[in-house]
Protein backbone atom coordinates (compact mmCIF):
# COMPACT_ATOMS: atom_id res chain seq x y z
CA UNK A 1 0.00 0.00 0.00
CA UNK A 2 2.77 2.69 1.14
CA UNK A 3 4.44 1.58 -2.89
CA UNK A 4 0.98 2.22 -4.24
CA UNK A 5 0.60 5.70 -2.34
CA UNK A 6 3.78 7.05 -3.30
CA UNK A 7 3.26 5.93 -7.24
CA UNK A 8 0.00 7.77 -6.86
CA UNK A 9 1.08 10.60 -5.34
CA UNK A 10 4.62 11.34 -7.12
CA UNK A 11 3.13 13.00 -10.00
CA UNK A 12 1.57 15.51 -7.93
CA UNK A 13 4.64 16.18 -5.86
CA UNK A 14 6.53 16.85 -8.93
CA UNK A 15 4.13 19.01 -10.59
CA UNK A 16 4.47 21.37 -7.36
CA UNK A 17 7.98 20.89 -7.64
CA UNK A 18 7.69 22.50 -11.20
CA UNK A 19 5.21 24.24 -10.06
CA UNK A 20 7.93 26.28 -7.03
CA UNK A 21 10.98 26.13 -9.49
CA UNK A 22 11.73 28.47 -12.03
CA UNK A 23 12.02 27.90 -15.93
CA UNK A 24 15.81 28.92 -16.40
CA UNK A 25 16.77 26.50 -13.42
CA UNK A 26 14.63 23.51 -14.71
CA UNK A 27 16.08 23.76 -17.96
CA UNK A 28 19.67 24.15 -16.46
CA UNK A 29 18.90 19.97 -16.01
CA UNK A 30 18.88 19.68 -12.32
CA UNK A 31 17.15 16.89 -11.33
CA UNK A 32 16.44 17.35 -7.68
CA UNK A 33 13.54 16.07 -6.22
CA UNK A 34 12.58 19.44 -4.34
CA UNK A 35 12.27 22.77 -5.99
CA UNK A 36 15.19 24.50 -7.69
CA UNK A 37 15.49 27.93 -7.74
CA UNK A 38 12.67 28.23 -5.38
CA UNK A 39 9.87 30.83 -5.74
CA UNK A 40 6.33 30.88 -5.58
CA UNK A 41 6.08 33.62 -8.49
CA UNK A 42 4.59 30.92 -11.04
CA UNK A 43 1.20 30.70 -8.82
CA UNK A 44 0.92 34.66 -8.76
CA UNK A 45 1.06 34.66 -12.10
CA UNK A 46 -1.77 32.42 -12.65
CA UNK A 47 -3.87 33.94 -10.62
CA UNK A 48 -2.74 37.11 -12.19
CA UNK A 49 -1.50 38.92 -9.22
CA UNK A 50 2.19 38.88 -10.10
CA UNK A 51 4.19 42.02 -11.27
CA UNK A 52 6.42 42.75 -14.51
CA UNK A 53 9.58 41.97 -12.36
CA UNK A 54 8.41 38.69 -10.71
CA UNK A 55 6.96 37.56 -14.20
CA UNK A 56 10.57 38.26 -15.28
CA UNK A 57 12.19 36.08 -12.47
CA UNK A 58 10.15 32.87 -12.64
CA UNK A 59 9.76 33.37 -16.13
CA UNK A 60 13.26 34.40 -17.81
CA UNK A 61 11.35 36.84 -20.14
CA UNK A 62 8.48 38.88 -20.78
CA UNK A 63 5.47 37.12 -20.63
CA UNK A 64 3.50 36.25 -23.98
CA UNK A 65 0.69 34.93 -23.40
CA UNK A 66 -2.58 35.99 -21.45
CA UNK A 67 -4.78 33.57 -19.17
CA UNK A 68 -7.39 34.58 -17.16
CA UNK A 69 -7.45 32.06 -14.43
CA UNK A 70 -10.73 33.68 -12.33
CA UNK A 71 -12.68 33.46 -15.97
CA UNK A 72 -11.83 30.06 -16.74
CA UNK A 73 -12.66 28.83 -12.91
CA UNK A 74 -15.94 30.48 -13.08
CA UNK A 75 -16.80 28.85 -16.63
CA UNK A 76 -15.65 25.52 -15.10
CA UNK A 77 -17.85 25.98 -12.14
CA UNK A 78 -21.34 26.95 -13.99
CA UNK A 79 -20.83 23.98 -16.51
CA UNK A 80 -19.65 21.54 -14.10
CA UNK A 81 -22.35 22.67 -11.79
CA UNK A 82 -25.24 22.87 -14.38
CA UNK A 83 -23.94 19.18 -16.37
CA UNK A 84 -24.47 17.35 -12.78
CA UNK A 85 -27.57 19.18 -11.84
CA UNK A 86 -29.45 17.89 -15.24
CA UNK A 87 -27.70 14.85 -15.61
CA UNK A 88 -28.49 13.59 -12.02
CA UNK A 89 -32.13 14.60 -11.99
CA UNK A 90 -32.84 13.37 -16.02
CA UNK A 91 -30.81 9.84 -15.11
CA UNK A 92 -32.88 9.28 -11.84
CA UNK A 93 -36.18 9.51 -13.59
CA UNK A 94 -34.88 7.16 -16.06
CA UNK A 95 -33.55 4.16 -13.93
CA UNK A 96 -36.56 4.74 -12.01
CA UNK A 97 -38.57 3.77 -15.06
CA UNK A 98 -36.77 1.08 -15.69
CA UNK A 99 -36.32 -0.51 -12.50
CA UNK A 100 -40.12 0.16 -11.09
CA UNK A 101 -42.30 1.02 -13.91
CA UNK A 102 -43.68 -1.87 -16.30
CA UNK A 103 -44.00 -1.50 -19.84
CA UNK A 104 -43.69 -2.85 -22.84
CA UNK A 105 -39.99 -3.61 -24.61
CA UNK A 106 -38.53 -2.65 -21.32
CA UNK A 107 -35.88 -5.14 -21.14
CA UNK A 108 -35.24 -4.78 -24.61
CA UNK A 109 -35.10 -0.86 -24.30
CA UNK A 110 -32.63 -0.15 -21.24
CA UNK A 111 -30.56 -3.07 -22.75
CA UNK A 112 -30.55 -0.57 -25.97
CA UNK A 113 -29.89 2.20 -23.94
CA UNK A 114 -26.88 0.59 -22.13
CA UNK A 115 -25.83 -0.12 -25.66
CA UNK A 116 -24.10 3.73 -25.64
CA UNK A 117 -21.38 2.82 -23.20
CA UNK A 118 -19.80 0.93 -25.96
CA UNK A 119 -20.14 3.97 -28.84
CA UNK A 120 -16.22 5.98 -28.53
CA UNK A 121 -16.99 9.40 -27.81
CA UNK A 122 -15.12 10.62 -30.63
CA UNK A 123 -17.90 9.03 -33.14
CA UNK A 124 -20.66 11.65 -31.88
CA UNK A 125 -18.51 14.68 -31.66
CA UNK A 126 -18.75 16.23 -35.40
CA UNK A 127 -22.60 14.97 -35.42
CA UNK A 128 -23.04 16.96 -31.82
CA UNK A 129 -20.64 20.02 -33.58
CA UNK A 130 -22.99 20.38 -36.72
CA UNK A 131 -25.93 20.45 -34.24
CA UNK A 132 -24.73 22.88 -31.74
CA UNK A 133 -23.32 25.04 -34.67
CA UNK A 134 -26.75 24.90 -36.53
CA UNK A 135 -28.34 25.92 -33.40
CA UNK A 136 -26.07 29.11 -32.73
CA UNK A 137 -24.62 27.97 -29.70
CA UNK A 138 -20.92 27.91 -30.68
CA UNK A 139 -18.86 29.97 -27.66
CA UNK A 140 -21.89 29.94 -25.42
CA UNK A 141 -22.63 28.00 -22.35
CA UNK A 142 -25.34 25.84 -23.91
CA UNK A 143 -23.15 24.82 -26.52
CA UNK A 144 -20.98 23.42 -24.12
CA UNK A 145 -23.59 22.03 -21.46
CA UNK A 146 -25.83 21.05 -24.14
CA UNK A 147 -24.13 17.10 -24.82
CA UNK A 148 -23.95 16.41 -21.48
CA UNK A 149 -27.38 17.91 -19.97
CA UNK A 150 -29.37 14.57 -20.28
CA UNK A 151 -28.70 11.21 -18.80
CA UNK A 152 -25.74 9.00 -19.84
CA UNK A 153 -25.54 5.40 -19.79
CA UNK A 154 -23.83 4.95 -17.05
CA UNK A 155 -25.82 7.45 -14.61
CA UNK A 156 -28.69 5.32 -14.89
CA UNK A 157 -27.23 1.76 -14.62
CA UNK A 158 -25.72 3.42 -11.54
CA UNK A 159 -29.07 4.78 -10.27
CA UNK A 160 -31.11 1.57 -11.49
CA UNK A 161 -29.28 -0.75 -9.53
CA UNK A 162 -29.97 1.11 -6.23
CA UNK A 163 -33.32 1.09 -6.87
CA UNK A 164 -34.10 -2.32 -7.63
CA UNK A 165 -32.65 -2.83 -4.53
CA UNK A 166 -35.49 -0.76 -2.43
CA UNK A 167 -38.52 -2.47 -0.69
CA UNK A 168 -41.27 -2.91 -3.16
CA UNK A 169 -43.35 -2.63 0.02
CA UNK A 170 -43.22 1.14 0.85
CA UNK A 171 -44.29 1.95 -2.92
CA UNK A 172 -47.22 -0.05 -2.47
CA UNK A 173 -48.05 1.73 0.50
CA UNK A 174 -47.76 4.59 -1.16
CA UNK A 175 -49.78 3.48 -3.62
CA UNK A 176 -52.56 2.53 -1.26
CA UNK A 177 -53.08 6.23 0.01
CA UNK A 178 -53.29 7.98 -3.16
CA UNK A 179 -49.92 8.64 -4.30
CA UNK A 180 -48.29 8.25 -8.25
CA UNK A 181 -45.11 7.73 -9.80
CA UNK A 182 -44.22 11.23 -9.83
CA UNK A 183 -45.20 11.39 -5.75
CA UNK A 184 -43.58 8.40 -4.97
CA UNK A 185 -40.40 9.02 -6.90
CA UNK A 186 -39.90 12.34 -5.48
CA UNK A 187 -41.56 12.05 -1.46
CA UNK A 188 -39.91 8.62 -1.32
CA UNK A 189 -37.50 7.46 -3.78
CA UNK A 190 -35.25 10.27 -3.99
CA UNK A 191 -34.77 11.39 0.16
CA UNK A 192 -33.90 7.21 0.45
CA UNK A 193 -31.43 7.64 -2.25
CA UNK A 194 -29.45 10.59 -0.88
CA UNK A 195 -26.16 8.38 -0.85
CA UNK A 196 -26.31 7.32 -4.51
CA UNK A 197 -27.57 10.62 -5.77
CA UNK A 198 -24.68 12.15 -3.69
CA UNK A 199 -21.62 10.03 -5.67
CA UNK A 200 -23.16 10.32 -8.92
CA UNK A 201 -23.15 13.96 -8.55
CA UNK A 202 -19.25 13.73 -7.32
CA UNK A 203 -18.40 11.56 -10.28
CA UNK A 204 -20.60 13.54 -12.81
CA UNK A 205 -18.58 16.82 -11.24
CA UNK A 206 -15.77 15.64 -11.21
CA UNK A 207 -15.90 14.43 -15.24
CA UNK A 208 -17.41 17.42 -16.24
CA UNK A 209 -14.72 19.44 -14.37
CA UNK A 210 -11.88 17.05 -16.70
CA UNK A 211 -13.73 17.30 -19.71
CA UNK A 212 -11.15 18.87 -22.41
CA UNK A 213 -12.21 17.86 -26.88
CA UNK A 214 -15.51 18.93 -26.35
CA UNK A 215 -14.97 22.71 -24.86
CA UNK A 216 -11.85 23.05 -27.45
CA UNK A 217 -13.39 22.40 -30.28
CA UNK A 218 -16.79 24.52 -29.65
CA UNK A 219 -15.72 27.12 -27.45
CA UNK A 220 -12.85 29.23 -29.16
CA UNK A 221 -13.39 32.59 -27.15
CA UNK A 222 -11.21 33.00 -24.27
CA UNK A 223 -14.05 34.29 -22.06
CA UNK A 224 -15.85 30.77 -22.25
CA UNK A 225 -13.07 28.52 -21.98
CA UNK A 226 -13.15 26.20 -19.26
CA UNK A 227 -9.83 25.63 -16.82
CA UNK A 228 -8.81 22.59 -19.04
CA UNK A 229 -9.05 24.14 -22.00
CA UNK A 230 -7.24 27.95 -20.67
CA UNK A 231 -4.59 25.86 -19.25
CA UNK A 232 -3.56 25.39 -23.05
CA UNK A 233 -2.36 29.19 -23.67
CA UNK A 234 0.73 28.46 -20.94
CA UNK A 235 1.97 26.27 -24.26
CA UNK A 236 1.62 29.72 -26.59
CA UNK A 237 5.40 30.84 -26.82
CA UNK A 238 7.26 33.14 -28.89
CA UNK A 239 9.22 31.26 -31.60
CA UNK A 240 12.46 29.82 -30.66
CA UNK A 241 11.60 30.44 -26.92
CA UNK A 242 11.03 27.25 -24.26
CA UNK A 243 7.86 25.67 -23.00
CA UNK A 244 6.66 27.51 -19.66
CA UNK A 245 6.34 24.48 -17.59
CA UNK A 246 6.66 26.20 -14.16
CA UNK A 247 3.20 27.99 -15.24
CA UNK A 248 1.84 25.18 -16.40
CA UNK A 249 2.51 23.00 -14.11
CA UNK A 250 1.17 25.98 -10.97
CA UNK A 251 -2.30 26.01 -13.22
CA UNK A 252 -2.54 22.58 -13.19
CA UNK A 253 -2.36 22.20 -9.67
CA UNK A 254 -4.79 24.85 -9.04
CA UNK A 255 -7.38 23.61 -11.41
CA UNK A 256 -6.78 20.11 -9.68
CA UNK A 257 -7.42 21.74 -6.26
CA UNK A 258 -11.31 21.65 -6.19
CA UNK A 259 -11.33 17.80 -7.61
CA UNK A 260 -8.33 16.73 -4.74
CA UNK A 261 -11.10 18.85 -1.96
CA UNK A 262 -13.88 16.62 -3.12
CA UNK A 263 -12.12 13.51 -3.31
CA UNK A 264 -10.74 13.93 -0.05
CA UNK A 265 -13.80 15.05 1.47
CA UNK A 266 -16.43 12.22 0.52
CA UNK A 267 -13.84 9.50 -1.60
CA UNK A 268 -14.90 7.35 1.00
CA UNK A 269 -18.72 7.67 0.40
CA UNK A 270 -18.15 7.17 -3.24
CA UNK A 271 -16.27 3.68 -2.93
CA UNK A 272 -19.20 2.59 -0.41
CA UNK A 273 -21.75 3.61 -2.73
CA UNK A 274 -20.20 2.18 -5.91
CA UNK A 275 -19.96 -1.49 -3.85
CA UNK A 276 -23.92 -1.31 -2.18
CA UNK A 277 -24.80 -0.66 -6.12
CA UNK A 278 -23.27 -3.75 -7.12
CA UNK A 279 -20.58 -2.15 -9.54
CA UNK A 280 -17.68 -4.55 -9.33
Sequence with gaps: MAAILVISVFPFWWALRTGLSTNGDL??????????????????????????????????????????????????????????????????????????????????????????????????????????????????YLGIIAPFFLMTPFAVFF???????????????????????????????????????ATLSILTYITAWNEFLWPLVVARDPARQPLTVALGQFTAQQPGTSPDWSGLMAGTLLAALPIIVIFLAFGRKVVDSIGFSGIK
Design 159 to 197: LRQFFLGISREVEEAALLDGAGHFRTFFGIIVPMSAAPL
Design 27 to 140: FAGEQSLLPVGYTDNNFERVLGTASDEEILESLGRENTGSFDFLQSLQVSVIVSTAVTIGQVAFSAMAAYAFARMRFRGRDKLFFLFLSGLMIPPIFTLIPNLILVKNLGWLNS
